[in-house]
């Protein structure tokens, strides 16, 4: 989103001058919801807003609790921080491209990872040692930090007063969770504010720490000082876990949302208020699937996007309990927590794409989409698809992608007809496409028909990073009616990482699948050995 669209539902961004607004790269907003840190674009960081415990999150010193206007960090200028983590007591975790991890504000549980436990005032760095892998994430509870890198290792440091640290002690310093953990590859993380969860490549979810409102799923009250397994989802593939308070949401491969823990403001959306549970519940089957969740440990708000686009909220929404999903007319999830938590603070960092005034156009790459939609006068090649016109630049073409310079330095045939005429895909599929070739990213949320066109497109243009995004997108996708027909397609375009998704999505709903309308009307028999010989591997015959 634009500047302008933030500012319109974040009214603390008026703050901020016109001058640094045009270098923000994301924003967080934290605290009681008038604390913000700003990255920018040219590698510095900011912060302005409350500091409304006197911790020292601002991170500009000792005594420095208000501040009006954004004012930059120094000490964090050009260091590359790229992830920030902010703990709902009042401190900061960061961490630079090259693995280096600067802490700030209230320290008194251990929670900076410096070993000390006294609060910091300007951001320091910490010694750590990560095994010379790369940070993919940082998370926070209370007073207690969870860390993924990317060997699928999970570090923890901080308070462990309900075993949230889950290394059965207390540690001052970033250190490795074992026990359960270990040899397993953990993909996503998240904090409540005294419990801890990690989900692994295979879809199961793991939970330690307080467990007193039912937060860990577990079917008990019991808190545990080590990951345990999420019983209540132990036959669901789950692929992405967040946190409010005292309550999880999990989002399922297929696209399913199940809540869990505490209830007293409805975010279980269970269609009560006040219950705890125990075991996660899934919401109603009449909303349909979803892509994206969202919760923060600031708040009791819960939301999800569906995959048609939907924002829905439900939980403490704007001083009053909603007890089942609500849907809304907002266009993102970040916009949820802006109108309806309380306090409005960010649930992720928002991602800014900075408005571009008139006669300046900014990177090249923001050049090359602008003028995907512009410029008229100047295209000089014709697509049609569906009998559908599309123009573009052949130039622009020519350097972003290899086919298209090999047609049109071949002099092929079709550059000699009127358009180029598309036969094989859809319109739509092929406006994506063209807008990857000129931008290298594919915005928003694919439909799965759209996903399965553009990874035949990648394929007969040769698009291999494509090619990986689409298989990405579809591997999320993948549902007991659509396992089988998804593998066929993996095979035939040999998107390995598609077939393998399947393979393991068919070894844990194994008999679901082959009870399905479309493998049952398979014919070809080689890819069925194929299918089965793959879910074999990942354990479909082990009992």
Same mark, same amino acid.
């Given at each position: 989103m634009s500047?302008?669209?933030?500012?319109a539902v974040w009214p603390?961004?008026?703050?901020?001058?016109?001058?640094?607004?045009?270098?923000?790269?994301?924003?967080h907003?934290?605290?009681?919801?008038?604390?913000?840190l700003?990255l920018t674009?040219?590698?510095?960081v900011?912060?302005f807003?409350?500091?409304? &415990?006197?911790y020292?999150m601002?991170?500009q010193g000792q005594?420095?609790?208000?501040?009006l206007?954004?004012?930059?960090?120094?000490?964090?200028?050009?260091?590359?921080?790229?992830?920030?983590?902010?703990?709902?007591i009042?401190?900061?975790?960061?961490?630079t491209?090259?693995g280096?991890i600067?802490?700030w504000?209230?320290?008194g549980?251990g929670?900076?990872?410096n070993?000390?436990?006294s609060?910091v005032?300007?951001?320091a760095?910490?010694t750590?040692?990560?095994?010379?892998n790369?940070i993919?994430r940082?998370?926070?509870?209370?007073?207690?930090?969870?860390?993924?890198?990317?060997?699928?290792q999970?570090?923890?440091w901080?308070a462990?007063?309900n075993?949230?640290l889950? &290394?059965?002690?207390q540690?001052?310093?970033p250190?490795r969770?074992?026990n359960?953990?270990?040899g397993k590859?953990?993909v996503?993380i998240a904090? =409540?504010s005294?419990? =801890?969860?990690?989900?692994?490549?295979?879809?199961?979810?793991?939970?330690?720490?307080?467990?007193?409102s039912?937060?860990?799923?577990?079917?008990s009250?019991?808190?545990?000082?080590?990951?345990v397994?999420?019983?209540?989802?132990? &036959?669901?593939?789950i692929?992405?876990?967040?946190?409010?308070k005292?309550?999880?949401?999990?989002?399922s491969k297929s696209?399913n949302?199940?809540?869990?823990? &505490?209830?007293?403001?409805g975010q279980?959306?269970?269609?009560t208020?006040?219950?705890?549970?125990?075991?996660?519940k899934?919401?109603?089957?009449k909303l349909?699937?979803f892509?994206?969740?969202a919760?923060?440990?600031?708040?009791?708000?819960?939301?999800?996007? =569906?995959e048609e686009?939907?924002v829905?909220?439900?939980?403490f929404?704007r001083?009053?309990?909603?007890?089942?999903?609500?849907?809304?007319e907002?266009?993102?999830?970040?916009?949820?927590?802006a109108?309806?938590?309380?306090?409005?603070?960010?649930w992720?960092?928002?991602?800014?794409?900075?408005?571009?005034p008139?006669?300046?156009r900014?990177?090249?790459?923001?050049?090359l989409?602008n003028?995907?939609?512009?410029?008229?006068?100047?295209?000089?090649?014709?697509?049609?698809?569906?009998?559908?016109k599309?123009?573009?630049?052949k130039?622009i073409?020519m350097?972003?992608?290899?086919?298209?310079?090999?047609m049109?330095?071949?002099d092929w045939?079709e550059?000699?007809?009127?358009?180029?005429y598309?036969?094989d895909f859809?319109?739509v599929?092929?406006?994506v496409f063209?807008e990857?070739v000129?931008t290298g990213t594919v915005?928003?949320?694919?439909?799965?028909?759209?996903?399965?066109?553009?990874?035949?497109?990648a394929?007969?243009?040769?698009?291999?990073?494509l090619?990986?995004?689409c298989?990405?997108?579809l591997?999320?996708r993948?549902k007991?009616?659509?396992?089988a027909?998804?593998f066929?397609?993996s095979?035939?375009?040999a998107a390995?990482?598609l077939?393998?998704?399947?393979?393991?999505?068919?070894?844990?709903?194994m =008999?679901?699948?082959?009870s399905?309308?479309?493998f049952k009307q398979?014919?070809?028999?080689q890819i069925?050995?194929d299918?089965?010989?793959?879910?074999?591997?990942?354990?479909?015959?082990k009992?």
């Amino acid at each position: 989103m634009s500047f302008s669209q933030y500012k319109a539902v974040w009214p603390v961004f008026a703050l901020i001058p016109s001058k640094l607004r045009q270098k923000i790269k994301s924003a967080h907003v934290y605290g009681d919801g008038n604390t913000v840190l700003i990255l920018t674009a040219d590698d510095e960081v900011y912060s302005f807003g409350r500091d409304t &415990n006197s911790y020292g999150m601002l991170g500009q010193g000792q005594g420095v609790v208000n501040l009006l206007e954004p004012k930059k960090i120094e000490v964090l200028s050009k260091k590359g921080i790229h992830l920030v983590a902010i703990g709902s007591i009042g401190f900061v975790v960061t961490a630079t491209a090259n693995g280096e991890i600067y802490t700030w504000g209230y320290g008194g549980s251990g929670n900076l990872g410096n070993g000390g436990t006294s609060n910091v005032f300007m951001p320091a760095a910490i010694t750590a040692n990560f095994g010379g892998n790369r940070i993919l994430r940082i998370s926070c509870g209370s007073t207690h930090t969870l860390l993924l890198t990317e060997a699928g290792q999970v570090f923890s440091w901080g308070a462990h007063s309900n075993g949230q640290l889950g &290394n059965d002690k207390q540690t001052y310093r970033p250190e490795r969770v074992t026990n359960s953990l270990d040899g397993k590859f953990v993909v996503d993380i998240a904090c =409540s504010s005294l419990s =801890s969860f990690a989900v692994i490549d295979t879809g199961e979810m793991y939970a330690w720490g307080c467990n007193s409102s039912g937060e860990l799923g577990t079917g008990s009250g019991s808190n545990s000082t080590q990951p345990v397994l999420v019983t209540s989802l132990r &036959n669901v593939l789950i692929k992405q876990v967040v946190c409010g308070k005292v309550h999880f949401l999990a989002l399922s491969k297929s696209g399913n949302v199940y809540a869990c823990g &505490n209830n007293t403001n409805g975010q279980l959306g269970d269609g009560t208020v006040g219950n705890k549970s125990y075991s996660a519940k899934m919401l109603q089957e009449k909303l349909g699937s979803f892509s994206q969740v969202a919760a923060t440990h600031f708040s009791d708000l819960s939301a999800a996007l =569906s995959e048609e686009g939907d924002v829905y909220v439900w939980g403490f929404c704007r001083f009053q309990a909603v007890s089942s999903p609500m849907k809304t007319e907002l266009a993102s999830l970040d916009d949820a927590f802006a109108c309806y938590s309380s306090p409005p603070v960010s649930w992720r960092p928002l991602p800014i794409v900075t408005g571009i005034p008139h006669g300046y156009r900014g990177d090249v790459l923001t050049c090359l989409k602008n003028s995907l939609y512009e410029d008229e006068d100047v295209k000089d090649v014709t697509f049609i698809v569906e009998n559908k016109k599309i123009r573009a630049h052949k130039i622009i073409l020519m350097i972003r992608c290899d086919y298209f310079r090999k047609m049109f330095q071949g002099d092929w045939a079709e550059t000699k007809k009127e358009g180029i005429y598309v036969g094989d895909f859809t319109y739509v599929a092929f406006s994506v496409f063209l807008e990857y070739v000129y931008t290298g990213t594919v915005a928003g949320s694919l439909d799965l028909p759209v996903a399965v066109d553009l990874l035949q497109i990648a394929d007969c243009y040769q698009e291999r990073k494509l090619q990986t995004l689409c298989e990405e997108t579809l591997k999320d996708r993948i549902k007991v009616d659509n396992c089988a027909q998804l593998f066929e397609i993996s095979t035939k375009y040999a998107a390995k990482l598609l077939q393998t998704g399947c393979a393991k999505f068919g070894a844990h709903h194994m =008999s679901a699948v082959i009870s399905s309308d479309y493998f049952k009307q398979m014919t070809n028999p080689q890819i069925i050995q194929d299918f089965l010989f793959k879910v074999a591997q990942y354990g479909a015959f082990k009992y």
